[in-house]
């Protein structure tokens, strides 16, 4: 499948499954809070669910899996620096140092120890995770006012649909002979990634700090270490098990930094004071 189809028909799918789970929990649009929520929706569609994953998509078609693992490790510095920037929060030292190490963590498992040369897809990556990092602080809000699922599918529907004209004109020649094979694995992608893990990611972001919602993203190869061991028999050489050993030691203390920072109570929600 071309990137654009499995973008925005894996996008469209997922927003209508979303918006199905919505209505069974009996949860309803509101006009106002579209209108009051309008410019953050607006952002996260264009930065998250069309620059994001259009420049990701290609970039993964450009350059290797192995890659693409360690390139993605970025996103939590990018978002510490745009709340620096943008939020004027502080950047504590202790959260850089901890940061720098949980990334050296991903190197190994990444790599597994070997050195890589970024080329041009793994830029693209990079310039992704500028576009979904760029998206946390419209997320947080969206989140806190729209819910996560409601959140999560409104922009999600918009940015699709209107991707969906350039994905049947770029591939209307062979829209229908893509294989049956093809479209479960998208229906997969769809419910794992659009509907579970995004719904997820907003639903952490009303109560977690930007950066530590990103950063405990690395444990993600950890979890799927097992399952690329059962299903296709690949396992991990000693440097990329010193790698897990690292993610997960780093990921139980940033966790412990955001169970330690004061909290308050917005809307009869609990968050960190500075989340």
Request: glycine residues 8%; hydrophobic residues 55%.
């Amino acid at each position: 499948m071309s990137p654009l189809v499995v973008i925005s028909f894996g996008g469209i799918i997922g927003s209508a499954i979303l918006f199905a789970i919505a209505f069974i929990r009996h949860e309803r649009i509101s006009r106002k809070l579209i209108r009051e929520n309008i410019k953050d929706l607006a952002l996260l569609v264009l930065l998250r669910f069309m620059l994001g994953e259009i420049i990701f998509t290609y970039g993964l078609v450009k350059t290797s899996a192995i890659k693409v693992i360690f390139f993605t490790k970025i996103e939590p510095y990018f978002v510490l620096i745009l709340g620096w920037f943008l939020l004027k929060e502080k950047i504590k030292s202790k959260d850089l140092v901890l940061l720098t190490i949980h990334l050296f963590g991903a190197l190994l498992l990444s790599t597994g120890g070997f050195i890589l040369i970024p080329h041009e897809g793994d830029m693209l990556i990079i310039l992704a995770m500028f576009c979904f990092a760029s998206s946390y602080i419209f997320g947080k809000r969206v989140s806190h006012n729209l819910g996560p699922t409601l959140g999560n599918a409104i922009p999600m529907g918009i940015a699709n649909l209107i991707l969906f004209p350039f994905a049947i004109f770029s591939s209307s020649s062979n829209i229908f002979s893509y294989s049956i094979k093809g479209w479960e694995y998208l229906l997969i992608y769809v419910v794992l990634f659009n509907v579970i893990a995004l719904t997820l990611w907003f639903y952490s972001l009303k109560m977690v700090k930007g950066w530590i919602v990103s950063a405990l993203r690395y444990i993600g190869p950890v979890l799927g270490a097992p399952v690329a061991y059962m299903l296709f028999g690949q396992t991990l050489n000693p440097a990329q098990i010193m790698g897990a050993l690292i993610i997960i030691t780093t990921s139980f203390l940033i966790a412990k930094e955001h169970f330690s920072a004061p909290k308050k109570v917005v809307k009869g929600i609990v968050i960190a004071e500075d989340a």
